[in-house]
């Protein structure tokens, strides 16, 4: 079956540090990829939808200068947080939908991520 | 935008009792998928309906989605502790992107 792969799946780092977390599509072209975000005990909340080829959409309250998206090739997409702070640590998750509407999403691994 | 309401928020059962998660929306919802996340982990795809009324069975799994298409529930039977982690429903709004319930966190004591 389709299967996304997310890399890393943890990182640990310093205040004001930049992270990039990848999504890969292994073995379908995925043209959108979506990135969640989700806090301890709670539920996945859609950042952004990444799209192949142009400019990613972004929730209503995310901040895009913050979490830039580049959506590179039809199997690749990543999401930076840019000068990271205690309050970004969260669980990172991206997924790519499984060939149009009414289609099941597959999601990565996930990337948890801990600003000191 | 579109949004589902899921309750309850956590529920603790003993092995062999019965779980039920329910979800609901105040506007008709196009279809509604259920996920299921163990601990540390990401959600993993169970199942979608899409017919009003549709009830479809996995094992132990019941699923249904109501007449009106407002609400859903999953049912399971006899619960195992491998059963235990957070279950999710989610609808797609008109696009490909989900929206997702907050999720029941379901326990289960050996």
């Known amino acids: 079956g389709a299967v996304v792969s997310q890399h890393p799946s943890r990182v640990i780092c310093k205040s004001g540090t930049s992270v990039k977390i990848e999504c890969r599509s292994l073995d379908f072209q995925a043209t959108t990829m979506f990135w969640y975000r989700q806090f301890p005990k709670q539920s996945l909340m859609l950042m952004a939808t990444?799209?192949?080829?142009?400019?990613?959409?972004?929730e209503q309250g995310v901040e895009k200068d913050k979490f830039l998206i580049n959506h590179a090739s039809l199997t690749l997409s990543t999401l930076t947080v840019t000068s990271a702070h205690p309050e970004d640590s969260s669980f990172y998750i991206c997924?790519?939908?499984?060939?149009?509407?009414?289609?099941?999403?597959?999601f990565g691994d996930g990337t948890r991520l801990s600003i000191l | 935008g579109q949004q589902v309401m899921q309750i309850p928020q956590y529920q603790h059962v003993q092995e062999g009792e019965d779980f039920t998660t329910y979800c609901n929306s105040s506007t008709t919802l196009s279809n509604i998928q259920w996920y299921k996340q163990r601990p540390g982990g990401h959600p993993v795809f169970l199942i979608q309906?899409?017919?009003?009324?549709e009830v479809k069975k996995q094992k132990r799994l019941t699923f249904q989605f109501g007449e009106a298409k407002k609400n859903s529930s999953l049912h399971i039977t006899a619960t195992q502790t491998t059963d235990v982690g957070t279950y999710f429903c989610a609808t797609q709004g008109g696009s490909e992107k989900l929206v997702f319930g907050k999720g029941t966190k379901l326990t289960v004591n050996p």
């Open positions: 309906l899409v017919k009003s009324g």
């Open positions: 990444s799209n192949e080829g142009s400019k990613a959409t972004y």
């Open positions: 997924s790519a939908p499984g060939g149009g509407y009414n289609q099941p999403q597959h």
